[in-house]
T-cell receptor, first 114, second 115 residues
Framework: DADVTQTPRNRITKTGKRIMLECSQTKGHDRMYWYRQDPGLGLRLIYYSFDVKDINKGEISDGYSVSRQAQAKFSLSLESAIPNQTALYFC?????????????FGPGTRLTVL | AQTVTQSQPEMSVQEAETVTLSCTYDTSESDYYLFWYKQPPSRQMILVIRQEAYKQQNATENRFSVNFQKAAKSFSLKISDSQLGDAAMYFCAYRTPQGAQKLVFGQGTRLTINP
């Protein structure tokens, strides 16, 4: 089974709808991240969390909110989706222990807002 | 704020040939990490290679190697003996060793392998 899973894998929704993207991990990592990928822009950080009580905004947090329900679960919500939130969304985890520890990415969720 | 720039939106190479993807970055930090990620059509982000800034020796992973020029803030990826499975989007990324450890990505380079 995959270490980092995201649901749904694909989603089409309409402007104004509330939508939640979910991320679960079995790696036991404390740190979790949400990134957004747009063509020509690469991936940009939306939110990140160090543990269930520590949530921080990234560079493009406007229009998004998150919830860290448990160490293993980190959800991203769009309260009122708009077309320019159409993108590929990635969840990632990392172990904060020192060294060049990598981030492990989920398979991504492709979101289309009509 | 740190920035990462990949100036080649698209590259192509003949199968079995060598190709180099460019990446430059801007930072005032002296200690940091650099990464190359591969994203095939499956969308999965796959770590290809990583480099610690304090190490002068260039990292190598099988057919993948980097040319790390710290003073020039350049971090290029060389793929030798290109294979059809190397076709993907490649992202260069930067991360500080402390704090949030968030990745800052470049815009990506789409690599096509011609048979």
């Amino acid at each position: 089974d995959a270490d980092v899973t995201q649901t749904p894998r694909n989603r089409i929704t309409k402007t104004g709808k509330r939508i939640m993207l979910e991320c679960s991990q079995t790696k036991g990592h404390d740190r979790m991240y949400w990134y957004r990928q747009d063509p020509g822009l690469g991936l940009r950080l939306i939110y990140y969390s160090f543990d269930v009580k520590d949530i921080n905004k990234g560079e493009i947090s406007d229009g998004y909110s998150v919830s860290r329900q448990a160490q293993a679960k980190f959800s991203l919500s769009l309260e009122s989706a708009i077309p320019n939130q159409t993108a590929l969304y990635f969840c990632a985890t990392s172990d904060p222990i020192g060294g060049i520890n990598e981030q492990f990415f989920g398979p991504g969720t492709r979101l289309t807002v009509l | 704020a740190q920035t990462v720039t990949q100036s080649q939106p698209e590259m192509s190479v003949q199968e079995a040939e060598t190709v180099t993807l460019s990446c430059t970055y801007d930072t005032s930090e002296s200690d940091y990490y650099l990464f190359w990620y591969k994203q095939p059509p499956s969308r999965q982000m796959i770590l290809v290679i990583r480099q610690e800034a304090y190490k002068q020796q260039n990292a190598t992973e099988n057919r993948f190697s980097v040319n790390f020029q710290k003073a020039a803030k350049s971090f290029s990826l060389k793929i030798s003996d290109s294979q059809l499975g190397d076709a993907a989007m490649y992202f260069c990324a930067y991360r500080t060793p402390q704090g949030a450890q968030k990745l800052v990505f470049g815009q990506g380079t789409r690599l096509t392998i011609n048979p």
